[in-house]
């Protein structure tokens, strides 16, 4: 079981990923505020952050860089609407473990979480 | 017969002694047959009156022998004298010279006036006219008889006729004097008539070296002592110092004939050498061709320089790919250019000179005509795109019609020029349709952003529902086909708004090498769980391309999910990169070893919304936009089944041309 925490502005989709995941045997929080999921990160203790690249006052790839600057051990899967290669490029090279392109497929989100956390 | 001027001056010559001669010899013969027959009379007169004196004696001594001898010797005198009488107061007859009696009738006929002195009749017998002269004998105041003596009137006739037939040959001896002289003066005067009339002709057949006037004498030269060669007169003989241009002698105003005549006419050369009114003629006329001559080579360098002009100006308007034309203020076609020629599809002869209406259909020959006759009576230019058909099809002009200004009614007119602007008007429509596709791109990308999110949220609840129920239930059924469409709906969102983002452009340069790199880094984990493996074979030095870095790696990644996918599993993609065989374009391969595409297919893969997978799997925009983007940077895209490599059997290749960039490339400056 992994304490995992999603981060996306639309709050059915934050459900959605608990949902999928808590099935999983897994601990998921869900926020939509970008300073929340930051605060809720730098308590520690956060296995894998799901982070939307598209928030409401910051983007993805800003929290993604304040969270591991909060807990550098946190591992973080980006999801994104736009699977350019540079956002992709840009998450992985601050550390983001992996992406997945929205809409978010179960199986796909399951898989990459798993292989995620084997890490 | 036409007579010459020789003729014509003799003619008129001898009319002109004849006209004379006659009135002379009318006058002459009138005064001399007056004067003739008074002196004839005065000495009948004479006669008769002497005779009167010698007869008072023996008249008053009853003499009458004596009177006989008297009148009888008197009439031996002269021929002339046809009888004498004498006639008392009585009536009788003391002496006449009649030999065949007296006739009586003589008496009455000359009766004597005591007034004029005497009397002066003429008889006329029927053969002869007689003046019968009656003188009184007087003493005293006494008229003692009266004195009759008849005289021939005839005779005195023949001696005047005598006198007109000599003065006639006089005359006619005069005239002929006349012409003879005449003839001699005229002759010269002829003769440099007739040279100026060759002269003239001369000139007018087009010689204009012609020499006129006689050689002189003595030349200026001569007779200023003079040996300045360079001066237009020295040694020349044919023309006179005075009538040339730019002498150098000292005493010479400078300028043309016009300007130095007034001073030449005062120096000694023209004093010696200008001649008759003929002469100068000559040599006038000689000075005028030279003149003439000088004047036409300069005519024909300017026609030849306005001709060089004409030439040029039509060479270039012929040059300029826009048709051009000039009408004057009626609408007639002055000067057109090869374009117009053409566009008309007739020779310029068949247009210069002829109206719209003779050149193009009357409706649209009216309308030009409108628009003309606006123009040119506003002043204002008229600009107007056109579309006409032609010989050559269907085309849009950009047409300007501008009027050209004159005070002068002829000098006015409208110049039109045209320029075929079909291919801006194409490129136009394009970019209006590429405007319309950009916004239906940003409106389809705004949508499918907005969707993306609740589809997502749709096939994430679907996929749990799917868990919770019966694997064999129809719930189950349903919910899977709402999943399986969901995700159908998810993969055209993601294709949309790829085919969005393929419209904006950032320019760089880069190295191939570095986005394949790129590209594979992100794609190759997710090949490899599927035993699908990239092999590298790049070209060992950097390959640059100036574009957009972002595009030319989506076009590599949909060539690879497009290998990956005709693959499935197990196989491998081959990406190679080189030059091709000129040096100037880089050639990138991506083959794959996969299920290939049917031959009749591979013509059609790069049509958009064409796709040979499933329908779950391509939107077919995916090589649509690729292609899209690689003809934005000028290059080509071409699919090959099977490959082109002959090691393998089966599969696809795509290659792909790119323009070489010389620039080194700039790393992640703008990538």
Redesign the interface.
């Known amino acids: 079981m992994a304490e995992i925490i999603v981060l996306d502005d639309v709050q059915d989709a934050g459900t959605l990923i608990k949902r999928i995941l808590e099935r999983k045997g897994h601990k998921v929080t869900p926020f939509t505020e970008e300073e929340e999921a930051i605060a809720h990160v730098a308590k520690g203790g956060t296995d894998l952050a799901v982070l939307d690249i598209k928030l409401k006052k910051m983007n993805g790839v800003e929290v993604l860089e304040e969270m591991k600057n909060k807990d550098p051990n946190v591992r973080v899967i980006m999801l994104t609407g736009y699977p350019t290669i540079e956002t992709a490029r840009e998450s992985l090279s601050l550390g983001a473990a992996a992406y997945c392109v929205k809409p978010i497929d179960k199986d796909e989100l399951e898989s990459k979480v798993e292989e995620v956390l084997k890490t | 017969m036409k007579l010459g001027f020789k003729g014509k001056l003799l003619l008129g010559f001898f009319i002109l002694l004849m006209v004379q001669g006659l009135v002379i010899f009318f006058w002459f013969s009138q005064a001399m047959k007056a004067s003739v027959l008074d002196e004839i009379k005065n000495q009948g007169l004479s006669t008769a009156t002497s005779l009167a004196v010698g007869l008072v004696e023996p008249l008053l001594a009853m003499d009458y022998l004596r009177m006989k001898l008297l009148v009888d010797e008197t009439t031996r005198l002269s021929n002339d004298i046809f009888y004498i009488f004498v006639l008392d107061p009585e009536g009788r007859i003391p002496a006449h010279t009649f030999k065949d009696g007296f006739p009586v009738a003589l008496k009455t006929v000359n009766p004597f006036s005591r007034t004029k002195g005497f009397s002066l009749k003429v008889l006329d017998t029927g053969n002869e006219k007689i003046y019968d002269y009656a003188v009184p004998i007087t003493v005293n105041q006494d008229i003692l008889s009266v004195l009759r003596l008849g005289l021939s009137h005839t005779r005195a006739e023949e001696v005047v006729d005598q006198v007109l037939v000599s003065t006639i040959i006089i005359m006619v001896l005069a005239i002929f004097l006349a012409g003879l002289v005449g003839t001699l003066l005229a002759n010269p005067v002829i003769r440099s008539i007739k040279k100026l009339h060759d002269s003239s002709e001369q000139a007018l057949r087009g010689n204009l070296n012609i020499h006129t006037a006689p050689a002189l004498a003595k030349n200026c030269w001569d007779i200023m002592n003079c040996s300045r060669t360079e001066c237009p007169a020295y040694k020349n003989y044919h023309h006179r110092c005075w009538y040339l241009a730019g002498t150098l002698c000292p005493t010479c105003v400078g300028g043309e004939y016009a300007k130095k005549i007034e001073s030449c006419r005062k120096c000694r050369v023209y004093r010696q050498c200008s001649g008759d009114e003929i002469q100068s003629l000559a040599e006038s006329f000689d000075a005028m061709t030279l003149s003439l001559k000088g004047n036409l080579s300069d005519l024909k360098d300017a026609e030849k320089i306005l001709n060089d002009q004409k030439a040029r100006l039509q060479t270039i308007l012929d040059a300029i790919p826009d048709f051009i034309s000039l009408q004057d203020a009626q609408g007639r076609y002055i000067s057109v250019n090869k374009a117009f020629c053409e566009m008309l599809d007739r020779p310029r002869g068949q247009i210069v000179g002829r109206f719209n209406k003779d050149l193009f259909p009357p409706i649209i020959a009216e309308h030009y005509d409108d628009e003309d006759r606006s123009v040119l009576s506003s002043s204002t230019p008229l600009v107007k795109e056109n579309r006409i058909k032609d010989h050559r099809g269907t085309r849009w002009l950009h047409v300007v019609k501008i009027p050209v200004p004159g005070k002068d009614p002829a000098a006015r007119g409208l110049v039109c020029s045209g320029r075929d602007i079909s291919m801006l008007k194409e490129v136009q429509d394009q970019l209006t349709h590429a405007q319309k596709m950009e916004s239906v791109g940003r409106l389809a990308a705004g949508v499918a952003?907005e969707i993306?999110?609740?589809?997502?949220?749709i096939?994430?609840?679907g996929?749990?529902v799917l868990?919770d129920v019966e694997k064999e239930g129809q719930i189950h059924q349903d919910v899977s086909a709402i999943v399986k469409q969901?995700?159908i709906c998810?993969k055209i969102?993601?294709d949309l708004?790829n085919f969005s983002?393929s419209s904006e452009s950032v320019a760089s340069h880069f190295d191939i090498h570095t986005a394949l790199e790129?590209?594979m880094?992100?794609v190759e984990h997710t090949f490899g769980l599927n035993h699908v493996t990239i092999i590298r074979n790049f070209h060992p030095s950097p390959l640059c391309l100036k574009g957009d870095k972002?595009k030319i790696?989506?076009v590599f990644?949909n060539l690879l999910n497009n290998a990956f996918d005709a693959i499935g599993s197990n196989g491998k993609i081959f990406v190679g990169t080189g030059k091709d065989e000129p040096g100037s374009q880089m050639k990138i391969c991506v083959t794959d070893t996969g299920c290939g595409i049917a031959k009749k297919n591979l013509q059609k893969i790069f049509d958009p919304f064409y796709t040979t997978k499933g329908p779950d799997k391509g939107t077919g925009l995916g090589l649509s936009v690729s292609f899209g983007i690689i003809k934005e940077h000028k290059g080509t895209i071409e699919a090959y089944s099977p490959p082109s490599n002959k090691y393998l059997s089966q599969g696809t290749e795509v290659v792909v041309l790119l323009p070489l960039d010389n620039e080194p490339a700039k790393g992640e400056q703008n990538g």
Do not use: F, M, S, W
């Open positions: 952003h993306n999110t609740p589809l997502g949220i096939l994430g609840y996929q749990l868990e969901t995700k998810a969102v993601k708004l983002r790129e590209v880094d992100v972002e790696r989506q990644i």
